[in-house]
């Protein structure tokens, strides 16, 4: 593990960043997490969680902005969409939020792990 280092400027902190480690994470464990996290408040969550999930993955913007990775930016302005469409999913009748979110769940795994789904579509059969 590398060592934990405090520093005293944002600057300082951002040049030591490795962008391509933290790209990746951002791209792979965060996003799917809130992909997740917003599909199960489509089934029985509120706005606000939603809105939870997604504040907590739009944090990142501001730092990817910062190290020009337009990738998590796009990421960031897809999953603001994406949460505005959960959101009005959660007005719908209960077999079909259920449905939806089982939908959004599924695929957020799919995205984690495609490559372990190659022959077959993980949503086909919910």
């Known amino acids: 593990m590398p060592a934990l280092t ?3 400027d944002q600057r300082s902190f951002e040049r030591n960043i490795d ?3 933290w790209q990746r994470y951002v791209l792979d464990e965060q996003q799917h997490k809130a ?3 917003i599909g199960a408040a489509v089934g029985n969550g509120t706005a606000a969680d939603v809105d939870r999930a997604l504040d907590g993955f739009a944090a990142n913007e ?8 337009p990738d998590v930016t796009a990421s960031v302005a ?4 994406a949460a505005s469409a959960s959101k009005k999913l959660q007005a ?4 079909e939020r259920a449905y939806n979110a ?3 769940k599924a695929r ?13 579509v993980p949503t086909s059969g919910l």
């Open 62 to 69: 501001a730092l990817a902005g910062a190290l020009n990775l």
């Open 78 to 81: 897809a999953m603001r969409s």
């Open 102 to 104: 089982k939908q959004q």
């Open 35 to 37: 992909q997740a996290s």
């Open 108 to 120: 957020a795994l799919y995205d984690r792990r495609a490559d372990n789904y190659r022959l077959s």
């Open 19 to 21: 962008k391509g480690v």
């Open 92 to 95: 719908a009748p209960a077999a």
């Open 6 to 8: 405090l520093v005293a």
